[in-house]
């Protein structure tokens, strides 16, 4: 049987043109974020904008007791431990072990904290917290970490370790020297920096890289033991009763 090939014709018009590859992530090689997911482990929610902040997932590696600052540094003070504590505005994060915001509520039913309005809250999975800049020397040549307030839908600042004003507008003013040993910080708070209580999430007591987080969180399974762990129930009870000290001379005529 023999015949012809049929002529190939194209149309270049129905070629598409080559398609641009998908850029990565817009921030993949964002320094901050790779040094949180790199040298901790801990997972990460990048920012969606140039101008978003970078945050952390709460729930997997740890929670965070979020507490007015003031009345934080005043708790430090009676507190033992290297667990990591960071500040925002006039609020400080405590980390925790994960699934003590479970526990806080009847945690303090049990220390008869429960009826009384303390300013204090445990958030945990499903939240989210601002990732504080890593120290130095970690963040040699690194940017700011953005720290604008959300302005969109794309954030529940309820989640964030936001600045949540005081009755009274009060801000608490201490020296570098003062809140460095109140948190046994390895180098001094610089009050006066940019970011240091204006809006920046920074680390008071950062993390260690290469170190597992857990073993340095306050736990409820502490209790009445002698390891390395702080003792949860005693770190709420002695946060509640400075956050109740404070809640007193605020209303206080």
Do not use: K
């Given at each position: 049987m023999?015949?012809?090939?049929?002529?190939?014709?194209?149309?270049?018009?129905?070629?598409?043109?080559?398609?641009?590859?998908?850029?990565?992530?817009?921030?993949?090689?964002?320094?901050?974020?790779r040094?949180?997911?790199?040298?901790?482990?801990?997972?990460?929610?990048?920012?969606?904008?140039?101008?978003?902040?970078?945050?952390?997932?709460?729930?997997?590696?740890?929670?965070?007791?979020?507490?007015?600052?003031?009345?934080?540094?005043?708790?430090?003070r009676h507190?033992?431990?290297?667990?990591p504590?960071a500040?925002r505005?006039?609020?400080?994060?405590?980390?925790?072990?994960a699934?003590?915001?479970?526990e806080?509520?009847?945690?303090?039913?049990?220390?008869?904290?429960?009826?009384?309005?303390?300013?204090?809250?445990?958030?945990?999975?499903?939240?989210?917290?601002r990732?504080?800049?890593?120290?130095?020397?970690?963040?040699?040549?690194?940017?700011e970490?953005?720290?604008?307030?959300?302005?969109g839908?794309?954030?529940?600042?309820?989640?964030?370790?936001?600045?949540?004003?005081?009755?009274?507008?009060?801000t608490?003013?201490?020296?570098?020297?003062?809140?460095?040993?109140?948190?046994?910080?390895?180098?001094?708070?610089?009050l006066?920096?940019?970011?240091?209580?204006?809006?920046?999430?920074?680390?008071?007591?950062?993390?260690?890289?290469?170190?597992?987080?857990?073993?340095?969180?306050?736990?409820?399974?502490?209790?009445?033991?002698?390891?390395?762990a702080?003792?949860?129930?005693?770190v709420?009870?002695?946060v509640?009763t400075?956050?109740?000290?404070?809640?007193?001379?605020?209303?206080?005529?």
């Amino acid at each position: 049987m023999s015949g012809s090939l049929p002529s190939l014709t194209t149309d270049l018009t129905a070629v598409p043109l080559p398609r641009r590859p998908l850029d990565p992530a817009p921030f993949g090689d964002d320094p901050v974020r790779r040094w949180y997911e790199n040298e901790l482990g801990w997972p990460t929610v990048p920012a969606t904008t140039a101008e978003s902040p970078l945050r952390l997932r709460l729930g997997l590696r740890f929670d965070v007791l979020d507490v007015p600052a003031e009345a934080g540094c005043a708790a430090l003070r009676h507190l033992a431990g290297t667990s990591p504590v960071a500040m925002r505005g006039d609020r400080m994060g405590l980390l925790v072990a994960a699934g003590s915001a479970e526990e806080l509520p009847g945690l303090l039913d049990w220390l008869e904290w429960g009826t009384l309005a303390l300013d204090l809250r445990a958030i945990g999975t499903g939240g989210v917290m601002r990732a504080p800049r890593p120290p130095e020397p970690a963040v040699s040549g690194l940017g700011e970490v953005p720290s604008g307030r959300p302005t969109g839908p794309g954030e529940d600042e309820s989640l964030a370790l936001a600045a949540h004003p005081e009755p009274g507008g009060r801000t608490p003013r201490r020296s570098p020297t003062e809140a460095s040993r109140a948190i046994g910080s390895r180098r001094p708070l610089v009050l006066g920096r940019p970011g240091a209580l204006q809006g920046a999430a920074v680390w008071l007591r950062p993390p260690e890289p290469g170190c597992e987080v857990e073993a340095s969180l306050p736990t409820l399974s502490a209790l009445g033991g002698d390891g390395g762990a702080p003792d949860l129930v005693r770190v709420v009870n002695t946060v509640a009763t400075h956050c109740h000290r404070l809640r007193l001379r605020r209303t206080r005529p």
